[in-house]
């Protein structure tokens, strides 16, 4: 089979599977996240070189919680510690400066922040007073992929600039840009027949999406490139791993929660 039969076969099952999950019930939603999560935490683990089962125990509880729909009484201060990890390596990806990972705490600090914590806000995200939306997180895929899809185009066509050369040196200034403004008017058009949330907000949600999870595409290649390989693992053919392929989800969800859930 040509490489792109299996590529394009490849996301074609991804996209029912996780599409479906997401549409069928708030369960299978969860549920597919956890899986996703913990494939995305064993990847992680084989990229900076460690074994180490507190993460997978951690995404246990959170995952508990969220199936539980229990109010947790430290969600603000797990929230607060997950944008400050976020932040802290979007400045890392920024100054150029190497996400240390040469002793066993700060591996797995970093395995918490970087993906235990953005992945228990994932799952919560389309829980809006205690209802489930899917179609709040549709929508968000949906954005990314116009994001990516038009960042491509613009930046194969148009593209001069580098934007991070030393992390992902096909990403160009012109690509990020382009698919910046086609994001806007994904969430311009999202907001006119979504029927959740006004114009305003789902533009404002589409310049999240698009920003960070630029960033965290980013952020992922840096890890990469820091381990010297090239794909985060093999299970999906033609793709990588799953952390290639959730990596812009799962880091820009923490700022779209803090959008949906404290700031409207």
Request: positive net charge.
């Amino acid at each position: 089979m040509s490489n792109l039969f299996v590529r394009s076969l490849s996301a074609l099952v991804y996209a029912i599977l996780f599409i479906s999950a997401i549409l069928y019930s708030a369960e299978t939603y969860i549920g597919l996240l956890a899986l996703f999560a913990t494939v995305c935490i064993w990847e992680l683990s084989k990229i900076i070189q460690t074994k180490n089962i507190i993460p997978y125990i951690l995404l246990a509880s959170v995952v508990y919680l969220t199936f539980k729909n229990t109010t947790f009484k430290y969600t603000d201060f797990l929230f607060g510690i997950t944008i400050v990890g976020s932040t802290a390596l979007i400045y890392l990806l920024i100054s150029s400066k190497l996400i240390k990972t040469d002793t066993l705490a700060k591996k797995l600090f970093l395995q918490v922040i970087y993906l235990v914590l953005p992945f228990y806000f994932l799952m919560n995200l389309p829980f809006i007073n205690g209802s489930y939306h899917p179609n709040i997180v549709i929508y968000i895929i949906f954005i990314i992929w116009t994001n990516d899809s038009f960042a491509f185009l613009v930046g194969k066509n148009f593209g001069k600039r580098k934007l991070f050369e030393k992390v992902s040196p096909k990403k160009t200034i012109e690509g990020f840009i382009g698919g910046l403004l086609f994001s806007i008017i994904a969430g311009f058009a999202i907001g006119q027949y979504s029927g959740i949330f006004s114009i305003l907000n789902w533009i404002v949600i589409a310049i999240i999406v698009a920003i960070f999870g630029s960033l965290g595409d980013l952020v992922e290649s840096k890890f990469k490139r820091q381990a010297n390989v090239k794909d985060s693992g093999t299970i999906m053919p033609g793709h990588g791993g799953l952390l290639d392929r959730l990596d812009s989800l799962f880091f820009l969800a923490p700022f779209v929660y803090l959008y949906i859930h404290y700031i409207m």
